[in-house]
């Protein structure tokens, strides 16, 4: 449940804060997220591995839009 927080409150900073800063603190979630999929590929469901590529892919897209609206 504390991570959940954690990741709840990081990401509602981030899109706050916005900018580079923001864009640093939602790599620092893609990065997270990264990591736990890739140390949990193997045991996924195929369902469950896109809908979280899909997740990630989003965060990425929101990363990239924060610095290019600079």
Excluded at 4 to 22: E, K, L, S, T
Excluded at 38 to 55: E, F, H, K, N, Q
Aim: hydrophobic share 75%.
């Amino acid at each position: 449940m504390a991570v959940f927080v954690v990741v709840i409150a990081v990401f509602a900073v981030a899109m706050v804060v916005r900018g580079p800063v923001g864009a640093a603190l939602l790599a620092v979630l893609a990065a997270g997220i990264g990591v736990l999929l890739a140390a949990t590929w193997r045991v996924l469901s195929p369902a469950a591995r896109a809908g979280r590529v899909v997740i990630l892919g989003v965060l990425v897209a929101v990363i990239v839009s924060m610095l290019l609206a600079q």
